[in-house]
């Protein structure tokens, strides 16, 4: 792999839970600010608020950022210009989720490069109404996300992630065999149980269904298990999302 001052910082990247007393400068914040911006954009669908209540903050990190999917903005360019938005919600939606992740992770690599630390946090969706009344987002405004930051006060390691054969497919998608994806599996597994990842956490999500008996301890539950406790146990409810979509006036089926 080719190494250089940019691909070495976006491989040695981990999110950061624990942040010092240091306040980043405005002109730290402003450059992260901007370089979120530059990110490639569909329609400039994403802005951000910043939030700089330590006590509130998420990891209690010195400033924190609502990212936004904001139809707002755009719809007053539009009205300005005399149209009105008649792409749907789900067009709107889509753009506008890439729009504001791309600019998100920009934001990311350049907290990276000046030494600061971040991580994502993926509640905001659910807290779509307290989030609306405590920013007092407009409607066709959909928080997406919560991005804390600030500098690091712990060094973890990085996390592992799938092999390339797993990842990367030439042409065509593949038949993912029992052997390769058994393969990536132990690749994650094993990384993450090295690293005691589950152990520190001190979190095992629990069986929903009460009749199944637990097998896992710290010894041997790791990445695959819980993502796919994750997958099958929660968030099976779609209106949970559609419900805080509706407030936002964001309905994708409408
Ligand atoms: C959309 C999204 C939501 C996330 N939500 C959370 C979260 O709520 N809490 C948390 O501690 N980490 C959260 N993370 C961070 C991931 O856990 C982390 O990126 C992943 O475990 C890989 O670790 P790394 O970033 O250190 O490589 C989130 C990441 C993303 C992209």
């Not at 928080?143 to 973890?156: K, N, Q």
Request: net charge negative.
């Amino acid at each position: 792999m080719i190494k250089n001052e940019v691909i070495d910082s976006m491989m040695n990247r981990k999110s950061i839970r624990k942040y010092t007393e240091q306040i980043p400068t405005e002109e730290e914040i402003l450059t992260v600010a901007r370089a979120g911006q530059q990110a490639p954009f569909a329609m400039q669908l994403g802005s951000a608020i910043i939030q700089r209540n330590r006590e509130k903050n998420a990891f209690n990190a010195p400033i924190q950022f609502i990212i936004l999917c904001d139809l707002h903005r755009m719809e007053k360019v539009m009205k300005a210009r005399g149209w009105k938005r008649e792409a749907s919600n789900i067009h709107s939606l889509l753009f506008g989720i890439q729009d504001a992740a791309y600019m998100a992770q920009n934001m990311v690599t350049a907290a990276e490069s000046l030494g600061m630390g971040s991580c994502y946090i993926g509640a905001a969706p659910y807290m779509s109404e307290r989030l609306r009344k405590d920013c007092n987002l407009p409607d066709h405004v959909f928080p997406l996300v919560i991005l804390a930051m600030g500098f690091p006060a712990e060094e973890p390691p990085v996390r592992p992630r799938y092999p390339m054969e797993f990842h990367l497919f030439e042409e065509t998608y593949p038949d993912l065999t029992d052997e390769i994806t058994g393969y990536a599996m132990q690749i994650m597994d094993q990384g993450y149980l090295a690293q005691n990842y589950y152990k520190n956490a001190g979190f095992i999500i629990p069986l929903s269904d009460k009749t199944k008996e637990e097998k896992y301890t710290f010894d041997n539950y790791s990445w695959t298990e819980h993502i796919s406790r994750k997958m099958a146990q929660w968030s099976t409810d779609p209106e949970e999302l559609l419900v805080p979509l509706k407030h936002c006036d964001l309905s994708p089926v409408e």
